[in-house]
Nanobody, 124 residues
């Protein structure tokens, strides 16, 4: 069983930055891709970014390109999401997830394990 714990969320003004972290345990971290998703009240959980097991392949949804950066430190069993130029529409609960294998995934069905989420609120 893989356990994931997110941290780093909070309240920030529009234009500000946050770095989310997700610490993983339970299996070999480098063997699986990681993803970030977000969910606002009343909306479905939405893909944000993914990174392959060894970190050499990344993919972002269009809204995140140029503002968000996903990275990982396999020595620390941690994946990060650096978020810059935040907008009020970025307000959501952000979840990290571990995929079934090392290949990047863009849908919730490709991920086997999920954290509890961390709240990000961007004020206008």
């Amino acid at each position: 069983q893989v356990q994931l714990v997110e941290s780093g969320g909070g309240l920030v003004q529009a234009g500000g930055s946050l770095r989310l972290s997700c610490a993983a345990s339970g299996r070999t971290f480098s063997n699986y891709a990681m993803g970030w998703f977000r969910q606002a009240p009343g909306n479905e959980r939405m893909f944000v970014a993914t990174i392959s097991g060894n970190g050499d392949n990344r993919y972002y949804l269009d809204f995140a390109k140029g503002r968000f950066t996903i990275s990982r430190d396999n020595a620390k069993n941690t994946v990060y999401l650096q978020m810059n130029s935040l907008k009020p529409e970025d307000t959501a609960v952000y979840y990290c997830a571990a995929a079934y294998d090392s290949a990047i995934r863009t849908s919730t069905g490709g991920y086997a394990y999920w954290g509890q989420g961390t709240q990000v609120t961007v004020s206008s």
